[in-house]
């Protein structure tokens, strides 16, 4: 007789928690494992076995990288995935990555391991290793609760399913971000309970729409309004929210500013009535300025409204209830679901479209085309060959070799309002950043893209920095062992160019720029693209001339459509 387990017999909560992850929709794990894992790991095999469902299971080198990828495919789909973590040091490694995700309001369910809490042998998955007292932390959540929106930890095989379905429905309800979830190798280890449940009963919490009141008196200010401006970042993370602001704005002459570094692409950027990402020389003007979906519409130290300017804010959560020092004085904030507020705002206007001043809009769109003409006429400008490398020639370069479905990650920094200028994307989708500072994103989150996206070209536009923090030795070897090959060109400039602009900026004239002392160079700059050789057999090309740069693009191009990731590293002017 064999000493065997019956496997089908044996149900487990780490089976139990496998089976929620499937039910709730997780088809990749990013995985990051370590001690903690052995009940999960022996259920995964359970399944290879026995032909049971589990997610896609990612060998993820590093935390950082998993979580950047877990959000880029979150970013992608809307579906958040999970990042497996190793007790209190891997959840160290997330490092910025979970500021990302959180700032950027991405859901992605994560999962830690902690210490055994039985020493002695008394229950099934006790400590077994010395290591385990080491990192048996006193507030293991502590280090990431202020960047999730729910901490909670297993301690129980009958519930593991339900408290599953919660994390992910808080995750996915607005404002969405990622959850934590911890547990220790016992209570995996006990028998679990399949609840069987029906998933239309943890669903996220619906939109929320605006009242009749806000309804009316923000399509009295847009219709009254000579010159109004629109500014959004995050609209567009609901692709269908895009078409909503083109027919507002359309039927208005309404111009939108998608303020510097969008997370996502909400107006097309070949529109007429897009006017850039800086919101500061049409605010100097306007007489009403309305936000939507924008953390910060604009700088207060940096820009001053015209005296008499209303001011409306729309937004999933208005008044930014988790960061301390916030606020943009506003005549009504207005807390709502961005596609279901535009949606009311374009159906009331329908209804009122005799009370539309067609001469208004008239000269409204008169002064925009004019504007408009000036912006693209300065990046045409500014995209001319000159003797050195430029951001905006490299970027006007990567935009002939893309389509308008290539999807495009920027973590341009400094270069990134350059980026979105010469490379304007025109399908939602098409376009992400992180939402937050944490600098390293844009390479792991190609990953999660191309895994949720794989018939698409994907191109990762970097700096320098953004590239080194990546830890492109496990971006590219995932790239390879998963098959998610993306093109990466890296804006080389040699150094970290924000810390010496606002260094010079808050002191002009003085030490530091009088003796150019930064600390900011990365000199003498590194072939950043053989690591991804070494690491993922990548193509890489390392180009120092403007004649060079497009053939150099081509082949990269044509090496990722053949299956290999790709990386140009192009050495701009140092910082």
Known sequence: MSDEPNFDSVYTAADALNDALVEAGVSHVFLNSGTDYPP?????????????????????????????????FAQATGQPQAVFVHVDVGTQNLGGAIHNAFRCRTPVFILAGL???????ELKGGRDSPIQFAQNASDQAGIVRGYTKLNIELKTGKNVQQMV??????ARSEPMGPVYVMATREPLEEEGVDVKADMKLWAPVAPMALDDASVKLLASALLTSERPV????????????????VRLCERLALPVIENVMPPYLNFPGDHPLHMGNMAQPLLKDADMALAIDCDLPWTPSMTKLREGCRVFYLDVDPIKEDIPIWYIPAERMMKADSYTAIRQLNAHLDRVASGVDSAMVSMRRERLVSMRDAILEQRKEAEKQQEGLTSAFVSACVRE???????????GITNAVSISG????????????SGGSSLGWACGAALGVKMACPDKDVVALVGDGCYIFSIPTAVYWMSRRYNAPFLTVIYNNQGWNAPKQITASQ?????????????????????????????GGAFARTVERPEDLRDALQEGMAAVRGGTSAVINVILPPV
Request: one cysteine or more; proline letters at 8%.
């Open 507 to 535: 002191h002009p004239g003085g030490y530091a720029v009088k003796g150019n002392m930064f600390w900011t160079s990365l000199d003498p700059p590194s072939r950043l693209d053989l690591i991804a050789e070494a690491a």
């Open 115 to 121: 210490s055994p809490y039985t020493i002695e042998g």
């Open 401 to 411: 070799v893309i389509d308008d479905d290539t999807i495009l990650l920027n973590e």
């Open 165 to 170: 379905y919660r994390a992910m429905q808080v």
């Open 40 to 72: 999960v790991i022996e259920t995964w095999a359970k399944c290879e076995a026995l032909g049971r469902p589990k997610p896609e299971i990612i060998i993820s080198p590093h935390e950082y990288t998993a979580i950047s990828a877990a959000q880029g």
């Open 230 to 245: 629109v500014i959004t970042s995050y609209l567009g993370r609901n692709k269908a929210a895009v078409a909503e602001l």
């Open 422 to 433: 010469h490379i304007p994307r025109v399908k939602p989708g098409t376009l992400f950043a």
